[in-house]
């Protein structure tokens, strides 16, 4: 790109070419004239462009019948556009004066130079111009015969400019890698301690013209049009990110300064109040959070019809936690707890030393919509700080780590967190299998899933469903997983306190029974078919699907995977098994054991039937039986994760399990939620 000054240099050294000008030869009257067409942001025929102190120009030359299709070379003319000393301010003045303005003849005119051979450096710049002024650029084309252009066509070989200071400034827009983008001057966020904050930047002036010449930042400037100011972390520069900043608490504000070649510049600034984690001397002692959204449905119901998958019952179940025995001290049901429908934040999370959230992922979860990603970009999530440092987590229910993933019609389970893989494509369909790689504010390259929640901060890298209405098993696009995997046959019966989990914390039996069976006003049917004598597989009775079991793979997916390690937890293993898990089946196979029919189910169902009850994809073998158990059966169900245990204040692990504990007999489930509350350092009562 040629600039005034350099144009004028070449003016002086040049060698002129009149006779290429008064002497053409009958060849080159002959020959068609090249063109010319100016390029300036805003071009218009209707009247002169607003431009800013500093503009460039450009210009597209075309030679029809020339070796190259381009001009041999090419002369500019810049003048101001004025007649005794009165502005040319109109098209109309342009076209009454225009054999005054663009004579070809005029000395202002530049020397002849090449053509410049890439289109990018067809251009001129021209620096600072004087403000509230107007003026003309002209170019003319001259090809290997002599043939020159001799249009002076407005807003064609002629552009009419209008210069103003301060009119135009750079467009900037402001991105931080969580919270989005924003072209306003100021914009205010609140952020959690700890929340890593990654600003990076794009800028432009080419809308007028212009070009950017320069971008400096900086964090809690006491004034931003001091250039010496002490906050400004660069000089002036070409930088389009900032380094990573965490902040535990404060305002703080970071600005971005954008300068054009006008000396013209826009200021970008974002204010982040940080909320700090609170002492755990004047924390609160538990919030309870509902993330089960109320769908309205009945397919629970009680013997008499009542629904009882319904917040009136389950909320009457938590009600534990505030009254009387097994209660925890301080804890105040109306003010501790949030309901679906209430929106949820930081702020609220660190003000207790634990927060006991139940959950079943759902759309229209308020606390959760704020945290799963969208449209494949991954949003903070400010649980991860919390349980770094603020306090203790448990979540609860069928569904609920699904809660943290993208809402897609298309997963293939079981999901691994640390692979590259992303989709299956069959056919014009793709499904999700994994999340592929992302790029990180520093431009390095990561696995998606391993900055996910599920796998950075509960410490997991499978995740699997009993069975689902809305998922498919790996490598079966055709089939649902409700299909492949029958709930009356894969679905979650009864829990197992895992033996490793018994020992390594001393957990008396008279503390938790060993196995805890569905509560028996929910899942009332197979009881009474029991008794009736008609017991089997199918009665379509056994609704509970959705419970989530981890670091497992019951399909035929082949991508190997390796469970985290934590060093210095139980087996140095990042999760430790607490509970596990009894498929519907093999509570029916012992039952009928128990009842003297040890060859069920091969004495009662042929391999057929058991494919069609079941799925084709839900049994496997047991004790000399091809099809003698679920491969739901005894997985890890519940889990402690040690993920953040060395920078808790409370040190102890955070608990997650995959299956709602109101469902199980109410009795020793609520043993179960007292056990974890007080293992977290909570008052409970006894």
Not at 377 to 385: G, I, S
Request: charged share 20%; hydrophobic share 45%; proline share 6%.
């Amino acid at each position: 790109m040629l600039d005034l000054r350099t144009a004028l240099r070449i003016l002086a050294v040049a060698v002129l070419v009149p006779a290429l000008m008064l002497a053409t030869s009958a060849r080159a009257q002959e020959a068609a004239a090249p063109t010319v067409q100016v390029h300036l942001p805003g071009l218009t025929a209707q009247g002169p462009v607003l431009t800013a102190p500093t503009v460039t120009i450009g210009f597209t030359g075309a030679d029809a019948d020339g070796p190259t299709g381009l001009p041999t070379r090419v002369r500019f003319l810049f003048t101001a556009a004025e007649i005794g000393g009165v502005p040319v301010a109109t098209r109309a003045d342009y076209d009454a004066h225009v054999d005054e303005l663009i004579a070809w003849d005029d000395p202002v005119w530049s020397p002849w130079m090449p053509y410049p051979d890439e289109p990018a450096q067809a251009a001129v710049t021209f620096p600072m111009l004087e403000a509230d002024r107007y003026y003309l650029f002209a170019v003319q084309v001259l090809d290997t015969l002599g043939a020159v252009s001799v249009g002076r066509g407005y807003a064609a070989e002629v552009a009419h400019i209008h210069v103003l200071a301060g009119f135009y400034r750079p467009e900037v827009v402001l991105n931080e890698y969580f919270m989005g983008s924003s072209t306003a001057p100021l914009r205010a966020s609140s952020i959690a301690a700890g929340q890593p904050l990654n600003f990076s930047w794009t800028a432009s002036a080419a809308a007028y013209g212009g070009d950017i010449v320069s971008c400096r930042y900086g964090w809690d400037l006491a004034d931003p049009d001091d250039p010496n100011d002490p906050g400004w972390a660069v000089p002036p520069g070409d930088e389009l990110r900032a380094p990573e900043r965490i902040f535990n608490e404060g305002l703080h504000v970071f600005s971005l300064k954008v300068v054009d070649d006008s000396g013209q510049s826009t200021l970008r600034q974002w204010q982040l109040s940080v909320v700090p984690f609170v002492d755990v001397h004047n924390q609160l002692e538990l919030l309870l959070i509902d993330q089960v959204v109320d769908a309205n449905v009945n397919n629970w119901p009680d013997i008499d019809g009542n629904p009882m998958n319904d917040e009136s019952y389950r909320n009457a179940y938590w009600h534990f936690l505030a009254e009387g025995s097994g209660g925890v001290q301080g804890f105040d049901w109306d003010r501790d707890r949030f309901d679906h429908r209430d929106l949820v934040g930081y702020a609220d999370l660190v003000a207790y030393k634990a927060v006991l959230c139940y959950a079943s992922s759902n759309v229209q979860q308020l606390m959760f919509g704020l945290l799963r990603p969208q449209n494949g970009v991954d949003r903070y999530n400010w649980l991860a700080p919390y349980q770094v440092g603020g306090g203790n987590l448990m979540l609860v229910g069928a569904n609920s780590m699904e809660s943290v993933l993208e809402a897609l019609p298309n997963y293939m389970a079981p999901l691994f967190f640390e692979t590259p893989e992303e989709i299956m494509a069959i056919g014009a369909q793709d499904f999700v299998v994994g999340f592929g790689r992302k790029t990180l504010p520093d431009g390095s390259e990561v696995l998606r899933g391993t900055t996910m929640y599920p796998f950075a901060t509960a410490g997991l890298s499978v995740l699997d469903w009993t069975t689902s209405s809305t998922m498919r098993i790996y490598a079966r696009p055709f089939t649902m997983m409700s299909a492949d995997r029958r709930v009356d046959c894969v679905g979650l019966k009864a829990l197992v306190i895992d033996d490793g989990f018994r020992a390594n914390w001393a957990v008396a039996a008279g503390d938790l029974a060993d196995t805890v069976f569905t509560e028996p006003t929910i899942d009332w049917q197979d009881a009474m078919y029991a008794a009736g004598g008609t017991l089997g597989i199918v009665h379509n009775t056994f609704p509970f699907r959705g419970d989530e079991f981890v670091d497992a793979n019951i399909s035929s997916r082949t991508t190997s995977f390796g469970r985290q390690w934590c060093f210095g937890a139980p087996d140095d293993r990042c999760i430790e098994p607490m509970v596990r898990g009894v498929a519907r089946f093999d509570w029916l196979r012992e039952y009928h054991w128990a009842e003297g029919d040890t060859g069920w189910p091969a004495s009662a169902y042929s391999a057929a039937e058991l494919d069609g009850m079941c799925g084709e994809l839900a049994l496997t073998a047991y004790d000399g039986q091809v099809r003698g158990s679920a491969k739901t059966n005894g997985q890890t169900y519940g889990w402690l994760s040690y993920k953040n245990v060395a920078d808790k204040p409370g040190g102890q692990p955070d608990v997650y399990w995959g299956f709602d504990p109101y469902r199980f007999d109410h009795v020793q489930s609520k043993k179960m939620v007292r056990w974890v509350l007080d293992m977290f350092g909570l008052d409970v009562a006894p």
